[in-house]
């Protein structure tokens, strides 16, 4: 008789205690993906709160400058700049009626006595001023100040912009205008957030000036003791929790990186939060409960089935026997011990494994479905990445345009009383304008849309070129006459514009620049006497925004993206760059290699144009001040010029006499650029007219489309005076 098994176990117990052991890891893990999934979740609303906190951080910053570039403009108009306060009053009082959320504007000498005020009638006696701390700041830092929320003299709350304006003969004055919270309170809205959420914008104080809630009562409040000690622990921004003025626990953000010290808070209520963590741990557990019923009561019917299965076996075993024993084997489960052979365990082990199969494919399905998804969500957020670039390009060039030709215009006329006003300010539009072009260059080279226009050129020439082009810094060069490369001389020079400029911001006294060349590659070194570098900063120099540790006044300012662009257009050239250092203080060294090439065998002349007779221009364009002194320096230049502002003035203009050359903005009010150039060119039939489209648009695809329309030239906003005598050159030398 075999022997008996020392544990028996039914069928039904057995299945439910393989379904839980098989799903007790399952629940575990997924209980710690659900907590990983809860810290990530909330990592990513601490990210998106900082983030908001700083975009608005930036859009209050750009507020701030729009009232003291109006402020500036004001300020340098003829009547202050004439000594004519009436007529400046009249000015001023012109401009405030067009700010719709202006008090007024106040005028002030250099020791702060008030001169007029827009609020009152000319002449009238004047109240004392409001906030007179951030005037004398203004006097004491002659940078443009944004004062605290304050209450004036007519009752009304109120913050002042305050400008530094240097009259005739060098007599100082300072411009107030007085805005009301309700400019950034619109700001605010504009903003896209949830329900809960609570932002405020505080002033150097921490005044609250907007709030997106309540915003009548809480005006003018100091912030509450839990933010104060938030914004103590954290520094310049962080995130953590804080009550607000209505006792509200909330979960915080805030940043104080404003140029001009005011601060954004974003908060959101922290029990929300929890309660959501606390949400998906319930479903989750609800899931796991009834999960396990589940297969318990699949179980359960399962091994009903199988019992009964047995017994039928039984049966017919019995029926069917002939009398020869039966071999049986001992086991642990009652069932299977009665049964000599298990053919039914067999196909539910077959059936289970169809089943994990079918469950692993569909989950590979979906799982490729979300990576489907998420790569056209990724090539969306570049599209609309390329177009935001494109825009934002476009809006800094055009303001940029009128203000290089005017500088263009004080720089022919050389007054010797504004040279060095008129080289700052020609300094910092360089600078703003590299700021600019590096952020698109950047976003063309990470989407790989950058092409280079190669040909074989003389990389000692480049180099001689670009330390002539960089005035006030110490260059001492070394170089042969000619060491000949294959490369696009406009990004080589770009690459050295940016490592000269990197010199000169933090560099010393002295640059060194040595340009040699062995049997295969030529090799450019740019060594100074500078601050140095870490081991830790060369290995991240040439990472987009990275930059070297600066001070809050960010002397050296910048994006961090010139050296990261150096990098990216070098290794376009198939060449190599590299930093070195001795450390802090010990001055740093960047060096490029370049493959050489073959010297061409006859050298172009680049002998300048011929001067011409003037011609006639017919100048488009809706801003008002680009064309004037668009107008004004081509003028100078010696040519007729007409001007327009729209389509329609333009198509009148040559209907009434055909211009020689006709230079279009694109953005025009009621017809495109392009719709423009088609028409002009019927009107003209066979006269010969020179089309020069000049627009802040200058992206690869946009300089092609300004060619598909028939333009004959494409200038992208600020246009240079070079830019302009190429434009109007005579039509061999522009074909040339």
Request: charged share 20%; net charge neutral.
């Amino acid at each position: 008789m075999p022997a008996r098994p020392r544990f028996m176990f039914s069928l039904r117990y057995l299945l439910i205690m393989l379904t839980a052991i098989g799903l007790l890891p399952l629940a575990l893990l997924g209980a710690w993906s659900l907590h990983q999934a809860g810290i990530y979740k909330e990592r990513e609303q601490e990210r998106w709160m900082l983030d908001l906190a700083r975009a608005l951080s930036s859009a209050v910053d750009a507020e701030l400058d729009s009232a003291i570039a109006t402020l500036t403009s004001l300020g340098n108009a003829a009547p202050l700049q004439n000594g004519d306060l009436p007529g400046f009053y009249a000015a001023a009082s012109a401009l405030n009626r067009h700010q719709a959320d202006w008090l007024g504007v106040i005028l002030t000498d250099g020791d702060g006595k008030v001169l007029l005020r827009t609020m009152d009638t000319y002449g009238a006696a004047a109240p004392p001023l409001a906030d007179p701390a951030s005037l004398r700041q203004l006097l004491a830092t002659q940078q443009p100040v944004a004062g605290q929320l304050t209450r004036g003299p007519g009752g009304r709350l109120a913050f002042p912009v305050r400008v530094l304006i240097a009259g005739d003969q060098g007599k100082l004055y300072t411009l107030t205008a007085v805005i009301q919270p309700d400019r950034m309170v619109r700001l605010i809205q504009r903003q896209q957030v949830p329900p809960d959420a609570v932002i405020a914008v505080r002033d150097g104080t921490r005044a609250v000036v907007a709030r997106s809630r309540d915003q009548q009562g809480k005006v003018g409040d100091a912030p509450s003791a839990s933010l104060v000690a938030l914004m103590r622990r954290a520094g310049a921004e962080g995130f953590g929790n804080a009550v607000t003025s209505e006792g509200q626990h909330m979960s915080t953000a805030y940043t104080t990186r404003s140029r001009y010290g005011w601060a954004v808070v974003v908060g959101r209520p922290a029990e929300g939060l929890r309660a959501a963590a606390y949400e998906r741990m319930g479903v989750y557990a609800a899931g796991i409960v009834l999960s396990l019923l589940a297969c318990f009561l699949f179980a359960s019917l399962l091994s009903s089935r199988l019992v009964a299965t047995i017994r039928t076996l039984q049966q017919n075993a019995a029926a069917l026997g002939s009398g020869a024993p039966l071999t049986q084997s001992p086991s642990g489960i009652t069932e299977i011990a009665q049964i000599g052979h298990a053919l039914k365990q067999a196909e539910q082990l077959r059936d289970a494994r169809e089943q994990e199969r079918a469950q692993l494919l569909d989950s590979l399905n979906r799982a490729l479905a979300s990576h489907q998804s998420a790569l056209a969500d990724a090539r969306e957020a570049g599209r609309a990445k390329d177009e935001f670039l494109a825009v934002l390009g476009h809006e800094l060039r055009n303001p940029l345009s009128p203000i290089v030709t005017s500088l263009d215009l004080l720089d022919m006329r050389d007054e010797p009383t504004s040279r060095k006003e008129r080289g700052v300010m020609r300094r910092q539009v360089n600078h703003l304008r590299r700021l600019v072009d590096d952020l698109l260059d950047l976003s063309r080279i990470t989407s790989g849309k950058l092409q280079l226009e190669l040909r074989i050129l003389n990389l000692a020439d480049v180099v001689r070129h670009a330390v002539a082009a960089t005035p006030g810094l110490q260059i001492h060069l070394s170089a042969p006459d000619a060491v000949w490369v294959m490369g696009d001389d406009s990004r080589l020079t770009q690459v050295l514009n940016n490592l000269l400029s990197n010199a000169a911001r933090f560099g010393g006294s002295v640059t060194q620049i040595a340009l040699s060349a062995d049997a295969s590659h030529a090799r450019l070194t740019i060594s100074d006497n500078g601050i140095g570098m870490s081991e830790e900063l060369i290995a991240r120099v040439f990472e987009p925004f990275h930059q070297a540790p600066q001070s809050l006044a960010r002397r050296g300012g910048g994006l961090g993206l010139g050296l990261a662009i150096v990098r990216k257009i070098v290794d376009l050239h198939g060449g190599l760059v590299s930093a070195r250092s001795a450390g802090a203080g010990m001055g740093s060294q960047f060096e490029l290699v370049l493959p050489l090439s073959v010297p061409p065998a006859t050298e172009l002349s680049m002998d300048g144009a011929a001067a011409h007779d003037g011609l006639r221009l017919l100048l488009v364009d809706d801003n008002v001040d680009a064309a004037l002194s668009g107008a004004a320096l081509l003028q100078l230049l010696g040519h007729e010029v007409r001007i327009a502002h729209s389509g329609t003035e333009a198509l009148a203009a040559v209907r009434q006499r055909m211009p020689q050359v006709a230079i279009l903005d694109i953005g025009l009010p009621d017809m495109s650029g392009y719709e423009l150039a088609t028409a002009i060119r019927r009107e003209a039939g066979g006269d010969a007219v020179r089309l020069v489209a000049l627009t802040g648009y200058g992206q690869k695809e946009d300089v092609a489309r300004a060619y598909e329309a028939r333009f004959d030239l494409h200038l992208t906003k600020p246009a240079s005076v070079a830019d302009l005598r190429r434009a109007t050159a005579p039509f061999n030398d522009a074909a040339a």
